[in-house]
């Protein structure tokens, strides 16, 4: 069992940085691929990137990619992800997960934060 809580959310202007943490408890976190998906009003939630374990590789979206950069530090259970130059079309709730393998499809991950606000202002 895995228990996921996002924090770092909050509203910044356009072409701004904002780091979301994700702190984890349960002792095998390391065992975990961790990922970051974004839920937009209205919209189907979409995968963001993800990571497998400290030494693996990351994977991002198309969107993001160049832009935000997911790491994790197993040594106080927590993933990140750094978002540089922030675009309107970034705003979204956005959730940390936890699963088996790291890949794009949100079904794959068995446990999810509650989500923190990301607000992008033009």
């Known amino acids: 069992q895995v228990h996921l809580v996002e924090s770092g959310g909050g509203l910044v202007q356009a072409g701004g940085s904002l780091r979301l943490s994700c702190a984890a408890s349960?002792?095998?976190?390391?065992?975990?691929?961790m990922g970051w998906f974004r839920q937009a009003p209205g919209k189907e939630r979409e995968f963001v990137a993800a990571?497998?374990?400290?030494?693996?590789?990351?994977f991002a979206a198309s969107s993001v990619k160049g832009r935000f950069t997911i790491s994790r530090d197993d040594a106080k259970n927590t993933v990140y992800l750094q978002m540089n130059s922030l675009k309107p079309e970034d705003t979204a709730v956005y959730y940390c997960?936890?699963?088996?393998?790291?890949?794009?499809?949100?079904?794959?991950?068995?446990?999810w934060g509650q989500g923190t606000q990301v607000t992008v202002s033009s």
């Open positions: 990571r497998s374990s400290s030494s693996g590789p990351t």
């Open positions: 997960a936890a699963g088996r393998v790291p890949t794009i499809r949100a079904v794959d991950y068995n446990y």
């Open positions: 349960g002792p095998t976190f390391s065992s975990y691929a």
